[in-house]
């Protein structure tokens, strides 16, 4: 009996040091040249890819960025900065949460959809096929996971008086240009 306890605990030991330096490993794998990661309080690089990659796919526009009276992209709208603004003036137990669900979107919930790539690696299709799958999932950890940073990268998108026009929000009444605020987008 010493013997069998002693492979599993060896075996054990051997799959939970795999996947601590697997996941180390994956964590060093980003690009690091971005001018903004110098900048961030409270995201890693590898944060910051995740965060790019749930703000292009939730905050996709329904035209081309570059036409007239398009709303700006999310890189833009420094995304980024308020998300990592908000995580740094968080909390701890929140701010440990919020680092916690950017690993499950990254590493854990692309196996929704079956897929052994990591979130931000993934195509525009396959990202919208996780979300998809996050907000419809029977776990409420994963839908409240989908919620939040969903909510987290909205406010961060929308708090940026140039997306309004989209929504058809002409911004406050409060001190109110005569102009209104934002040129609102009408549809052809």
Do not use: N, Q
Not at 17 to 39: E, K, M, T
Not at 56 to 74: H, I, Q
Not at 157 to 180: E, K, N, Q, S
């Amino acid at each position: 009996m010493e013997r069998r306890r002693f492979l599993r605990s060896a075996v054990a030991w051997g799959v939970s040091s795999a996947a601590v330096v697997a996941s180390f490993v994956r964590v060093l794998d980003y690009d690091r040249s971005d001018r903004r990661i110098g900048h961030m309080r409270a995201l890693a690089a590898w944060e910051v890819a995740v965060v790019d990659a749930l703000a292009e796919r939730l905050c996709a526009a329904d035209v081309a960025y570059g036409e007239l009276g398009a709303p700006p992209t999310p890189r833009e709208c420094e995304v980024v900065a308020f998300v990592d603004s908000f995580v740094a003036a968080s909390e701890p137990a929140i701010a440990r949460e919020l680092h916690a669900a950017f690993g499950a979107v990254e590493h854990a919930f692309p196996m929704l959809i079956r897929s052994p790539r990591r979130f931000s690696r993934l195509s525009e299709a396959d990202r919208d096929r996780v979300l998809a799958a996050m907000e419809s999932s029977s776990f409420e950890l994963v839908r409240g996971c989908f919620a939040g940073v969903k909510s987290l990268v909205m406010m961060g998108y929308y708090r940026d008086p140039r997306t309004w026009g989209v929504l058809g929000y002409d911004g406050p009444l409060v001190a109110r240009p005569a102009g209104g605020w934002v040129p609102l987008r009408h549809k052809p």
